[in-house]
Every structure is written in C-alpha cells, then in structure tokens.
T-cell receptor, first 112, second 111 residues
Framework: DAGVIQSPRHEVTEMGQEVTLRCKPISGHDYLFWYRQTMMRGLELLIYFNNNVPIDDSGMPEDRFSAKMPNASFSTLKIQPSEPRDSAVYFC??????????FGPGTRLTVL | QKEVEQDPGPLSVPEGAIVSLNCTYSNSAFQYFMWYRQYSRKGPELLMYTYSSGNKEDGRFTAQVDKSSKYISLFIRDSQPSDSATYLCAMSNFGNEKLTFGTGTRLTIIP
C-alpha cells in the first residue's frame, strides 16, 4: 500500500487567498483525521471522520476552516481566507481504529 | 494546564546510552497510551502501544505506564543515531475516540 497520500507537499500563498489541502487515506481505513502541527502548539486535532461522516470538529479554529470527505478515498481541508497565523504543517492520518493512526507526509503551508 | 505534559528537550545522549522519555497527564480516564516517533519533515509513526498500567517491550524499546502517578515512560536501550527523532506520547479514554498528544521531545543520539 502507498500509505496516506497528501497534496500538495508544500504550499506558499498570500494572505487572503483560498488554500485547499488534499488527502487520500489508506484503502479500507474507516477513520480519517486532520491535524495541524506548529512549534508552539504541537500536534492539534482539527477534525475527524468515521465512514465519511464528521464526528468531531471541535478543533477547527474558526469558520475560515472547513473539511469535507465526499467518499472513502478522498478528503479536503480548506482555508478561506488564509492568514499568516495559519502557517503550519498539516497532517492527514487514517486508521481502522482511532488509537492506531497512520500519518501522511504532511503539507507545509506558508501564508505570507 | 495541558492534559498531557512532555518536556520538549532537546535531549542529546551518546550512542549506546539508555534513553528515558516521559509524559505526565492529568486525565485519570486515559486508558490507552502510545508513543509515536517523528523523523524530521515526516509524519509521526506509531512506535509503541500499551493499555492500562504495566510494561511492554519491543526490541530495544520499553513502554511503561504508571496510572497511579499518571506518568508514562519510553526507554530506549543501546541507542543508535537512527533513533534521533522527535518522540510524541499520545493517549485516549475508553469510549472517547480522540487521541491527545504531548508536544514531543526532540532526541539526538551522538555517534
């Protein structure tokens, strides 16, 4: 298996622009998680899905962030409008259980 | 106060030394405890998984949980330069599906 696939790997954008991050989970995994990692705050759970249904989005920082999972093999995390404080590494993870998660390589986002 | 506290380091030790990494937590409902290893510019990967109290050994790695003290540890024996990474502890409640992560300890093994 190719593992969790994320795209793009790097994204540089200007403040106010829309950013879309993409994730393809491992086939057969029922759970999908979106995390954000910064030096200051560590790894933060933003939202997670079970069988394509959002279960907990309490970590989504504000209305500028939205996530969708239209089918079992694809999810997006969108930031609109983006701000410099959104600069971070965004990870997608998947698993058949919530306590055993397989992480993707991450998307390094820089908002200027 | 954070639910999970972890010393960020950095921690540098010579090759071959025994390494001890630790986390403390405040939520007594945590039942499942994990250690993830994250190499530079990579995603975290699950290293060790334990349930409730006790020890678990896997090769050079030993995970230890002391629920009475709300304290977990990861020991690395005969440390190697390839062990240089950031180690994150994680834990979850029974019935609560979210993982709560520590901030990670950056470890460097000096050849």
């Amino acid at each position: 298996d190719a593992g969790v696939i994320q795209s793009p790997r790097h994204e540089v954008t200007e403040m106010g622009q829309e950013v879309t991050l993409r994730c393809k989970p491992i086939s057969g995994h029922d759970y999908l998680f979106w995390y954000r990692q910064t030096m200051m705050r560590g790894l933060e759970l933003l939202i997670y899905f079970n069988n394509n249904v959002p279960i907990d989005d309490s970590g989504m920082p504000e209305d500028r962030f939205s996530a969708k999972m239209p089918n079992a093999s694809f999810s997006t995390l969108k930031i609109q409008p983006s701000e410099p404080r959104d600069s971070a590494v965004y990870f997608c993870a998947s698993g058949t259980r919530t306590d055993t998660q397989y992480f993707g390589p991450g998307t390094r986002l820089t908002v200027l | 106060q954070k639910e999970v506290e972890q010393d960020p380091g950095p921690l540098s030790v010579p090759e071959g030394a025994i390494v001890s990494l630790n986390c403390t937590y405040s939520n007594s409902a945590f039942q499942y405890f994990m250690w993830y290893r994250q190499y530079s510019r990579k995603g975290p990967e699950l290293l060790m998984y334990t349930y409730s109290s006790g020890n678990k050994e896997d090769g050079r790695f030993t995970a230890q949980v002391d629920k009475s003290s709300k304290y977990i540890s990861l020991f690395i024996r005969d440390s190697q330069p390839s062990d240089s990474a950031t180690y994150l502890c994680a834990m979850s409640n029974f019935g609560n599906e979210k993982l709560t992560f520590g901030t990670g300890t950056r470890l460097t093994i000096i050849p």
